[in-house]
């Protein structure tokens, strides 16, 4: 589905690639998760994909199409964005608004809008909220109406730049509810930027970067439990992970599975 072949990417003025000779293959319908410290390049990267920056060398080529200025148009159809802060994003003047105003450009009639908006809405669970403006909207709500924004153009891919990081606790579990909701069906190929570990152990593929470069891509099974990378990447491992490798030296056996480990504890 997406197809990065060394990719180079500096910012002007700076004298470092914020992307250093990247390239990476992400198969369609995966859940990926990218892991990086801050400055790494994740949103950088993100920012390539969309179209948003013009890479200084490399191509980016996303179901079929090699992304140029010629071509931005239908790239932005087939992938979508929400970014980190849910103010920055809405564009309407209410729920209702902000969901319809990418369709807007699809030129649907009026009744078909109205009832795709609906699903949508009700999709992520703001329907009772379709009138209200943005200001009186809870920062996990705005971010359902973000995310319903960008399901309701049907790109084949989304990419999530850290939608959870500006959420209270409960915004970010019914954020995180929604993502996996998607990713269930399979349908859609999922980019989720993240510093939650706990996410990040649910995606099928795990993508590490550091200073600009690729330097891990695995199963999160693999790539959490090495020491070395998460080092590297000044990555933090997954609570599982810490509660199961500190009861190792106890004579427990190792699993990153919940349960397993309760059912080991409990033995
Ligand atoms: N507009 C810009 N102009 C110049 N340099 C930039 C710009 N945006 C980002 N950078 C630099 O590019 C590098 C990569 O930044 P990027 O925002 O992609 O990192 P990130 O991995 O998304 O970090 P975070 O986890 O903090 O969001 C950093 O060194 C950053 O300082
Ligand atoms: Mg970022």
Do not use: W
Not at 62 to 68: F, L, N, Y
Not at 94 to 112: M, T, W
């Amino acid at each position: 589905m997406i197809t990065i072949k060394d990719l180079k990417f500096k910012y002007s003025g700076t004298d470092f690639f914020a992307i250093d000779d990247v390239s990476i293959e992400i198969p369609s319908g995966k859940y990926i998760a990218i892991l990086g410290h801050n400055g790494s390049g994740k949103s950088t990267l993100s920012k390539l994909l969309v179209g948003l920056y013009k890479s200084t060398s490399g191509s980016i080529e996303i179901d079929g199409t090699i992304i140029s200025k010629k071509n931005l148009k239908l790239i932005r159809k087939k992938i979508g964005i929400v970014f980190q802060n849910p103010d920055n994003q809405f564009i309407g003047a209410s729920v209702e608004d902000d969901i319809a105003f990418g369709l807007e450009n699809k030129r649907l009639p009026r009744e078909e809008m109205r009832k795709l908006v609906k699903q949508f809405a009700e999709k992520v669970g703001m329907s009772e909220h379709l009138n209200k403006e943005p200001q009186n909207l809870s920062g996990g709500q705005k971010q359902r109406v973000a995310i319903a924004s960008a399901l309701a153009l049907d790109p084949k891919i989304i990419i999530f730049d850290e939608v959870t990081s500006m959420l209270d606790p409960k915004g970010k579990r019914e954020v995180l509810e929604l993502i996996q909701d998607v990713q269930r069906n399979k349908e859609k190929t999922l980019i989720s930027i993240t510093h939650d570990m706990d996410e990040a152990i649910l995606a099928d593929i795990i993508l590490v970067f550091a200073k600009g470069k690729l330097i891990a891509s695995g199963k999160p099974q693999d790539i959490l439990s090495n020491k070395k990378i998460v080092n590297i990447a000044k990555i933090d491992a997954p609570f599982i992970y810490k509660v199961s490798e500190a009861l190792k030296n106890k004579g427990i056996k190792p699993t990153y599975k919940k349960e397993e480990l309760i059912g080991e504890i409990c033995k």
